[in-house]
Each structure stands twice: as structure tokens, then as C-alpha cells.
């Protein structure tokens, strides 16, 4: 059984920073590409950033320059550094991780966290 486990939202007024944090754990063989998404009320669940399990990274448009995506691979643990917060990355914050559960699993298997919220204040 694989859990992701986020940690880190929180209320912040804006121009503030948070970090969010989400460790994969459970019957882990490998993960590849891991990610943040976000949801605000409303609207359509999409795409903050992703990390290949050699760093290569992808960033929303609307973050970039003000989030940062990391990974520790050892730790099966992704990162999201968020700067400059505005009132409208206010959402439901989501980890997602590509993961070979078993050794002869065959494939890569996507796994949802439970979501953590972020408020921005103006």
C-alpha cells in the first residue's frame, strides 16, 4: 500500500512563503516523475510543477520565477518552495507521484496525496 503525505499549507499574507513537503511511503520499488497540483474552489484541478527523477522540472506558467520544485530521492520526498504568494494561488495543494510499487508490478502506477490548503491573504 503507497500513501503520499503532504504537509506544510497554511495561511499566509501576501508576498509570504511556504514550503510544502510530500513523502511517499508503503511498498516502494521506484518513482518516477513526481508533482504538485492545485485546486481552487470553482475550478479545475491543474498543473504548479513536476520533477523527473534526474530534476528535470516543469512549471505552471503562472509560478514560475516564484515556486521551486526539489525531491530527495533517498527520502522518496517532494518539495514545493512558494515565494511572492498571491491571493490567487489560494487552493487545495495535491501531490502526485508515479510509482513501481512491487518489483514485478509491470508499470508505473499514479498515486494522489490527500491535499493540503494554502490561503493567501491580501
Known amino acids: 500500500q503507497v500513501q503520499l503525505v503532504e504537509s506544510g499549507g497554511g495561511l499566509v499574507q501576501a508576498g509570504g512563503s511556504l514550503r510544502l513537503s510530500c513523502a511517499a511511503s508503503g511498498s516502494i520499488f521506484s518513482v518516477n516523475v513526481m508533482g504538485w497540483y492545485r485546486q481552487a474552489p470553482g475550478n479545475q484541478r491543474e498543473l504548479v510543477a513536476t520533477?523527473?527523477?534526474?530534476?528535470?522540472?516543469n512549471y505552471a506558467d503562472s509560478v514560475k520565477g516564484r515556486f521551486t520544485i526539489s525531491r530527495d530521492n533517498a527520502k522518496n520526498t517532494v518539495y514545493l518552495q512558494m515565494n511572492s504568494l498571491k491571493p490567487e494561488d489560494t487552493a487545495d495543494y495535491y501531490c502526485?507521484?508515479?510509482?513501481?510499487?512491487?518489483?514485478?508490478?509491470?508499470?508505473?502506477?499514479?498515486?494522489w496525496g490527500q491535499g493540503t490548503q494554502v490561503t493567501v491573504s491580501s
Open positions: 502526485n507521484a508515479d510509482i513501481w510499487p512491487f518489483i514485478n508490478s509491470g508499470r508505473y502506477y499514479e498515486y
Open positions: 520533477i523527473t527523477r534526474d530534476g528535470s522540472t
